[in-house]
């Protein structure tokens, strides 16, 4: 059988693999994008966030796919695209329980967290209904003219001077492409992970964990008592990534548009294997007997797919790139859904290689910036596990946590804003891992995370993360006067325009032209 030539071939058509097929296309290299199933299909990773949607934008400018762009906001998702599924995220909800007792508010909220995204509905961020964006991306691709070979599993690839040979079947017939360069996304331990026999290495500072999760039909609303009467919240609590915190890990509840709502459990070895996750649904329903109020929200809710049990959800892989091969972010680890980090250190890794797709394989700077490439991929995953596994640490101490949180989102609105206003090189990496200052203190920060907890240890570290976070605070996230209900207003940007190094007036240019209106 003679091979089928390609220059570039991407392994999964998630929406990572359908997108690069579509920039490389762009850049006239000829494509084939493989995928082991078929679309429609379930897959999971679904709530997005702001610096997500400003990356698929970018990239939705930068390689003319105007298709792309109303997907990065819910306004004009809903206005021009209504027969694909969504949900409306407005913020990050977290509220936290004690196993065996009910939900109950205080008038202080300290058991909440509510981080705003987005002042409205019109410029809000979305929960991905996987299986409608993953087809409508690929099938975009596909009338693009980018090769599409679905229900190909490969088993094999061979890397040789030239470029890389991958084989398998199609439908039972055999299939040959020579490509010479193959990018994986199909996912973490994932095709090029297994077939190169890759080595994987653990995490520095993150417990073993694993997830537990499926998609419901009836759903109940939050029930009274997680309000306060006669205080109003900064935007509606459940169109949110709503996190019901417990010790050892979390619950993600993500409602769509279409009656389905995303639900699932991830928690350390101990939790899971006492609960029993290995059993699916029963350790569901024993996590709703301790978690009472959740359970009232789960009455009357019927799981319409089997669940899913993932018995190691870290992972990350000692190699990134090869000489002709490269493992996007999202095949290369994955941490936890918890602050949902999975798209932009995706879409991060899309942008990075479309450049590195750029320069070309033929060039002499090539190897350099596929290194580069690698680098990076393994630091934000890194800086990633080092911020989300000192939150686990935190579980059960919330008061720590949420300010360990904070961390997460003066770095996102500090880095949104900076790319915003046209200096992306100020965004020093996700979570700004590259950042001279921030970097260090967030790592020395999340490490005394996880010390046995002492009288003052709190306010010492409370202090830390304040010095750490407020010269990039562009959020109103260090105004002790809200905490723990930050809103999303256009006015914290204005007065903090010297942190960016911006003039008010360049902030009035990039809230208008962003909608977000001046309060
Ligand atoms: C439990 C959980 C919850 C998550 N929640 C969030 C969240 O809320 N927000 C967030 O930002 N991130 C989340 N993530 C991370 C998110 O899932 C990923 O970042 C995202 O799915 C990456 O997209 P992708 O297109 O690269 O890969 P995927 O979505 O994993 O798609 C991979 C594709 O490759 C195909 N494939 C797999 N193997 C092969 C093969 N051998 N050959 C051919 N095709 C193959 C698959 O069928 C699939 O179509 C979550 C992850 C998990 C595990």
Same mark, same amino acid.
């Given at each position: 059988m003679s091979a089928q030539h390609f220059q570039i071939a991407i392994v999964g058509s998630g929406f990572a693999g359908s997108l690069l097929a579509m920039m490389a296309h762009r850049l006239g290299l000829a494509t084939v994008l493989i995928e082991r199933g078929r679309h429609p299909r379930f897959v999971i990773g679904e709530s997005s966030t702001p610096l997500a949607n400003l990356l698929l934008e970018e990239i939705a400018v930068e390689y003319d796919l &105007?298709?792309?762009?109303?997907?990065?906001k819910w306004g004009t998702w809903q206005r021009q695209f209504p027969q694909l599924a969504c949900g409306l995220k407005r913020g990050f909800t977290f509220y936290h329980h004690e196993f065996g007792k009910p939900f109950i508010t205080d008038a202080g909220h300290r058991n909440q967290l509510l981080v705003g995204?987005?002042?409205?509905?019109?410029i809000a961020d979305t929960h991905w209904y996987r299986p409608d964006f993953d087809h409508y991306l690929v099938t975009q691709a596909r009338s693009l003219g980018v090769g599409y070979l679905d229900e190909t599993v490969l088993v094999a690839a061979r890397e040789s001077t030239t470029g890389m040979h991958l084989t398998g079947t199609r439908r039972d017939e055999p299939v040959e492409i020579a490509a010479e360069f193959v990018i994986d996304?199909?996912? &973490?331990?994932g095709f090029l992970h297994r077939a190169l026999g890759l080595p994987e290495k653990r995490f520095a500072a993150f417990p073993s964990t694993q997830g537990l999760f499926s998609h419901f039909q009836n759903v109940g609303a939050l029930?009274?008592?997680?309000s306060t009467p006669g205080s109003t919240p900064?935007?509606?609590?459940?169109q949110a990534a709503v996190h019901h915190v417990f010790p050892g890990g979390w619950v993600w509840v993500l409602k769509f548009n279409n009656g389905i709502t995303s639900a699932g459990v991830a928690a350390t070895d101990d939790v899971a294997e006492e609960l029993q996750f290995n059993s699916g649904e029963p350790a569901w329903q024993r996590l709703l007997k301790r978690l009472p109020s959740l359970a009232e929200v789960f009455k009357s809710a019927n799981p319409v797919m089997p669940f899913i049990h993932s018995p190691r959800l870290a992972f990350q892989t000692a190699?990134?790139?090869g000489s002709r091969w490269a493992l996007l972010p999202s095949a290369a680890g994955f941490v936890d859904p918890l602050l949902s980090t999975g798209f932009p250190l995706t879409l991060l890794g899309v942008q990075r290689m479309g450049a590195v797709l750029k320069l070309?394989?033929?060039?002499?700077?090539f190897p350099q910036q596929l290194n580069d490439y690698a680098e990076s991929t393994a630091l934000e995953l890194e800086t990633t596990s080092r911020l989300v596994g000192a939150l686990y640490a935190t579980m059960n101490r919330f008061e720590l946590f949420k300010e360990l949180s904070l961390l997460y989102f003066a770095a996102a609105s500090y880095s949104e804003t900076v790319r915003r206003l046209?200096?992306?090189?100020?965004?020093?990496?996700?979570?700004?891992?590259?950042?001279?200052?921030f970097a260090t203190q967030l790592q020395r920060i999340c490490a005394s995370a996880h010390e046995p907890p002492s009288s003052d240890s709190l306010n010492v570290l409370r202090q830390r993360i304040c010095e750490a976070i407020e010269p990039l605070?562009?959020?109103?996230?260090?105004?002790?006067?809200r905490d723990p209900w930050y809103p999303a207003l256009a006015s914290d940007l204005s007065r903090n325009a010297g942190k960016v190094k911006a003039s008010e007036n360049e902030i009035r240019v990039m809230l208008a032209r962003c909608g977000l209106r001046q309060h």
């Open positions: &105007p298709f792309v762009r109303p997907l990065c995204a987005s002042p409205n509905e019109a996304a199909t996912g &973490p331990r029930p009274q008592h997680f900064p935007y509606p609590p459940e190699m990134v790139t070309g394989w033929h060039h002499s700077g046209g200096r992306p090189e100020r965004a020093t990496g996700f979570l700004l891992c590259r950042h001279p200052v605070d562009v959020a109103g996230l260090t105004d002790r006067s």
